[in-house]
């Protein structure tokens, strides 16, 4: 019905970038939040940075002042901008959406596949 599909992750040295894109595609009547998450092993997700539509944004304490969020709401897709990278912020990321599908039924989440992101010392 909805597919989320990441791309961006990959290999940085502390204090560079990466830029993280999600692409929601099919059958979609609107798009609530788009964010992201990331996971380590043995712990738990945690939120990162999410927009909610008509609302606003919001990050994660660790992540503020580094980390940007955006979207392209004609593309459905969202970015979420790395800077000053930290071998902290290596993680499996995961894109997360809230969407209302054509067939007129509630809002219902949704997940990407997850892109990988490490940071090197």
């Known amino acids: 019905q909805v597919q989320l599909v990441e791309s961006g992750g990959g290999l940085v040295q502390s204090g560079g970038s990466l830029r993280l894109s999600c692409a929601a595609s099919g059958s979609i009547a609107s798009i609530h939040v788009m964010g992201w998450y990331r996971q380590v092993p043995e712990k738990q997700r945690e939120l990162v940075a999410v927009?909610?539509?008509?609302?606003?944004?919001n990050y994660a304490d660790s992540v503020k002042g580094r980390f940007t969020i955006s979207s392209d709401v004609a593309k459905n897709t969202v970015y979420l901008q790395m800077n000053s990278l930290k071998p902290a912020d290596t993680a499996v990321y995961y894109c997360y959406a809230v969407v209302t599908i054509n067939n007129g039924g509630p809002p219902a989440p949704y997940w990407g596949q997850g892109t990988q992101v490490t940071v090197s010392s």
């Open positions: 927009s909610v539509s008509g609302v606003g944004t």
